[in-house]
Structure formats: structure tokens, C-alpha cells
């Protein structure tokens, strides 16, 4: 399959989120984190954080606003009927509390092709408002062969 | 992680059953209103057996297991890694197992699986827990 590498090192434009208590709330419960950290601002305060805690994984709340333009971008050129999430993984460093603007930017970190397979790697970085560095996402892709 | 962890050590997991609008809620709380999780009717005319689970929200589910081993304190999560395998479903029990692979003081890695019935869904996970 030849695949077309243009869009490699391209950096997409910075995404704002600004974090909010019951959109922790919903997450939290979706996945059964049931810890009143992610749930009641005193008992999060308590435990040593501003206010309400996001789990680890809310990261993807923040970030999709990042990655949707660089996964639908054009001259990535994603073949979607064919597409899987692959493969996905954070580092994490500042924890995200509710009130805290995180701010995303995506960049296209590689394209290669391997058994036939076309792979295509984004990676995110996340600041909270203070310029800390939240969460550093490595996101692949897989497209089959036709 | 009341007793320091030895390599090898089994961490203790958990399993969940999502019921059938689980997805939905999902798709909600994180924004991904891809049919093909929402809209069995819609799964399967693209050839699926019906709605299937977002990859994320079983990998939320590892994360569980490896905050719950770092005794609930999401600070202690460093990072996570997996790779999406076979498609997970609603109704369908979801166990997540996983051992310690090295534990050096400062930092405990472990490996992790999500598994439905006899398939993998999630493998080859590492997560690495501040001590």
C-alpha cells in the first residue's frame, strides 16, 4: 500500500477545555470510580486537591477536541471504513482538577506502513493554566490494507 | 498497595458487567457518539454483531485497576499503555487481571489484560505506579 506522508510533523491548532464538576462527575460514574475525590470538593480538598478531581483517563474528555482535526485532516488522509484505534497511551503529570483550563495541541508523529497495515501515530500534549504539563497522549491508528 | 509490591506479586483487579446502555453513557460522558457503540442497528449493517464497547472505556477500566492498586490516589498513575485487541460488548462480564512485572522503590510497573469470556480485548497493557 503506498501511503502518503505529507502530514508528518504537521501540529494542529491548540484546543481549550475548561474542566467542569458534573462533566467529572459523569465521566467518573461512567467508568465506577466512585471515590468521593471525583465527586464532593471537600472531600477533595481534603485528600490535598483545589477542588474535584479528574481520573487519569478524563484526559480523552480534554483532548478530543485536540485530536478530532488531526485525525479527520485531510492530508493525514485516514481511510476511515478501514480504521482502528490501535493502540493508545498517556503519560501523566499534574493532576486536572475541576476549574483548571487545559489547553491540547496535536501533532501528526508518524506515518509508516508494517505488514500491509498502514500505522498512523498522533501525539498530544496537554498544559493546565499555569503552563504545567498535565498529560502527554501517544495515539495509533491502524488502517487494513484494501 | 499496602504491602510493598514484589515482582510477580498478582494485583487485585476487578471485573464489571456494563448493562446494555452503558455504552450510551459512555458516549456521553466522554463525547464519542460514534454509531457503531450507540446504534446496534447501525453496528451491524456495517457488519458488527451489534454495539460495540469504545476501546477508551475498557482502557478507563484498566486504569481502574491501576489506581485501585496505587490505593485509589489518581497522583500515583504515571502512565498507562495498551493495545486494542478484539471488540468488547455490553452485557457481557469484563475482567481486568494483571501482575507486577518490576518494583524497584520508586516506581512499580504492571501488566495488565482485559479480558471477555475467552478474548482478550484489551493486551499487552503496562502501567507504571509512583510508590
Redesign the interface.
Same mark, same amino acid.
Given at each position: 500500500m503506498e501511503l502518503e506522508t505529507a502530514a508528518v510533523g504537521k501540529s494542529f491548532p491548540p484546543f481549550e477545555y475548561e474542566v467542569g464538576r458534573e462533566k467529572i462527575r459523569e465521566y467518573a460514574i461512567a467508568l465506577g470510580f466512585d471515590d468521593p475525590i471525583y465527586l464532593d470538593p471537600g472531600a477533595a480538598r481534603e485528600a490535598g486537591f483545589r477542588n474535584v478531581v479528574a481520573p487519569p483517563m478524563f484526559c480523552v474528555v480534554y483532548s478530543a477536541g485536540a485530536m478530532a482535526p488531526a485525525i479527520f485532516d485531510p492530508e493525514v488522509g485516514m481511510d476511515f471504513a478501514r480504521m482502528v484505534h490501535g493502540a493508545q497511551s498517556f503519560d501523566w503529570s499534574e493532576p486536572v482538577c475541576s476549574g483548571d483550563l487545559i489547553t491540547t495541541t496535536a501533532s501528526c508523529a508518524s506515518i509508516e506502513e508494517r505488514d500491509g497495515k498502514g500505522f498512523y501515530v498522533f501525539e498530544s500534549v496537554s498544559v493546565n493554566g499555569e503552563g504545567a504539563e498535565t498529560v502527554r497522549g501517544t495515539w495509533t491508528n491502524i488502517v487494513r490494507g484494501e | 498497595m499496602s504491602a510493598p509490591a514484589a515482582e510477580g506479586d498478582a494485583i487485585p483487579g476487578l471485573t /464489571?458487567t456494563p448493562d446494555r446502555y +452503558?455504552p450510551v *453513557? %459512555?458516549a456521553?460522558?466522554? #463525547?464519542?457518539f460514534n454509531p457503531i457503540h450507540v446504534d446496534p442497528e447501525f453496528a451491524r449493517s456495517v457488519g458488527l454483531p451489534g454495539a460495540i464497547l469504545h #476501546?477508551? %472505556?475498557m482502557? #478507563?477500566?484498566v486504569? *481502574?485497576a491501576a489506581?485501585d492498586f496505587a490505593d #485509589?490516589d489518581? *497522583?500515583r498513575?504515571?502512565? +498507562?499503555? /495498551?493495545?486494542?485487541r478484539g471488540m468488547g460488548f455490553p452485557e457481557e462480564e469484563i475482567s481486568i487481571t494483571g501482575s507486577v512485572t518490576s518494583a524497584d522503590g520508586d516506581r512499580v510497573e504492571l501488566d495488565l489484560v482485559a479480558t471477555q469470556g475467552d478474548r482478550e480485548v484489551i493486551r499487552n497493557s503496562t502501567a507504571t505506579v509512583r510508590a
Open positions: - | /464489571v +452503558l *453513557r %459512555y456521553g460522558a466522554s #463525547g464519542d #476501546g477508551l %472505556y482502557m #478507563g477500566l486504569s *481502574r489506581t #485509589g489518581p *497522583r498513575l504515571e502512565s +498507562l499503555s /495498551v493495545q486494542f
